[in-house]
Each structure stands twice: as C-alpha cells, then as structure tokens.
C-alpha cells in the first residue's frame, strides 16, 4: 500500500541523514521494530474478525484456518486470550462434526486440541465430546475420567463467538504514519524541556529517538534533525 511504502522510505531517510549513519540505523531498526508490530496487530484483528465472521455462519474449517493465522501473527500475545477462546470454541465444533460423521479419532484429535487452548469455561465441553469419541474407540477407562469430570457440567460449545470480544479498528498505514508523527512531536519537546534544564545530552537522545520516529517528509523529522544538526558542535557536549 501507498502509505506503507511511504512510511518505510521515510524510515530509510532518518537512516541516511539522520544523526550520522550509526545512529540513524539504530533508530531506523527500532522505528521498522515498532512499525512492524503495528501492522502485526493490525493483522491480527483483520484475522479475528474473518474469523468471528466464519464461526457464526457455521464454517468452522474457515473459521479455524483464521485463528490460527491470528494466533501465528500475535507476536506480542496482545490478544492471546481472545484467540485461544475462539480456537478452543472452533476445535470444539469441528468434534462435534466428527462425531456426528463417525469419526472418532478425528474427533478425538479436535477435543484434544481444544483442550491445549480451552479457558475454564470451555474445558467441560471438550472433555464431554472426547469421552464419546473415546467410548466409541473402546477407550472406556479415559472415556470414564472424562465423563467424570464433566459430571453435569455444561457441554455444549457457542453457536456464535461473544458479542462483547474486543475487536478494535484496525490501523491502516495513514494511522500508524500520523501515530508516529504525534510520538515524535512528544519527544521533541520533552528534548526542549531537557535543554531548557541543562540536560544537553538528554536532549538530544530525545531529539534522535524523535529522528527515528518521524516519517522523513514531515515537519517532525525537520525540527528534530535541526536541533541535533544545532547542537552537535555544542562545545559541551
């Protein structure tokens, strides 16, 4: 996309002219750093809610393929929980389809897998479609534990995915461009704060990680190269 390809060059500026090449790749590394966990989210939600979306309408295959993108793109665990409810809820389903169809072991397997990710709420379901699957392969002692443990708790997995999940917009290119321009703005000033008290070094570590921050054609990437460019043959620094 266009503000992507935008953002990466502006990136590969601060690189170039910014501070010297050392410190210009440093702050270009941790600015893609921050940039690329962005767009992981952003990946993420886009995933969840296809997910959500495919759950509710009953393809649990597609539903499944989804969350699993989802939980393979969550570097940070931010969503963590949501994704592991709804993988559980979708393997869970995908049992009872095999179930239906005859086909314990897949149905086994499904439970089993349900199992690594079910929250409390959701472990009683994956246990009761298990202990079927089990009977039917004459497992009848691990049938037995589950059945026990079930022991009248509900078994029945969500028709639908919950309402109240938190799936937030997500952030386009334009977003994350004018997100990093308000961040390197902050810093900017709190470098102005750091001069006005004596603190030139502070300051300047400010105006750098403002440099790697700000998209190169802005007027954030200017001040904050202006002020480094000012300073540098301060003769106490």
Not at 13 to 18: F, R, S
Not at 85 to 107: F, N, V
Request: hydrophobic share 35%; glycine share 8%.
């Amino acid at each position: 996309p266009e503000g992507t390809r935008r953002f990466l060059l502006a990136l590969l500026m601060a690189c170039v002219v910014g501070g010297g090449l050392g410190l210009g790749a440093l702050a270009f590394m941790k600015s893609y750093e921050r940039f690329q966990v962005a767009k992981s989210s952003e990946t993420v939600v886009v995933y969840m809610t296809q997910g959500k979306t495919a759950y509710d309408n009953g393809d649990y295959d597609k539903a499944r393929i989804l969350f699993e993108n989802a939980k393979s793109n969550d570097k940070e665990g931010e969503k963590r929980e949501q994704i592991n409810y709804s993988l559980a809820a979708t393997y869970i389903q995908l049992g009872q389809k095999a179930l239906e169809a005859k086909l314990w072991k897949d149905a086994q397997n499904w439970f089993d897998k349900a199992l690594n990710f079910a929250p409390d709420s959701l472990i009683a379901n994956a246990r009761n479609g298990r202990a079927q699957a089990l009977e039917q392969l004459g497992l009848k002692d691990e049938a037995q534990s589950d059945r026990a443990f079930v022991n009248g708790k509900s078994s029945r997995a969500p028709d639908t995915l919950p309402a109240t999940s938190p799936m937030s917009a997500p952030l386009s290119s334009e977003q994350v461009y004018g997100r990093y321009r308000q961040e390197a703005q902050s810093l900017i000033e709190e470098g102005d704060t750091l001069e006005k008290q004596g603190d030139l070094t502070g300051a300047r570590g400010k105006w750098i990680e403002a440099l790697g921050k700000a998209p190169g054609d802005t007027p954030e990437h200017s001040a904050a190269k202006e002020r480094i460019d000012r300073t540098r043959s301060d003769p106490h620094f």
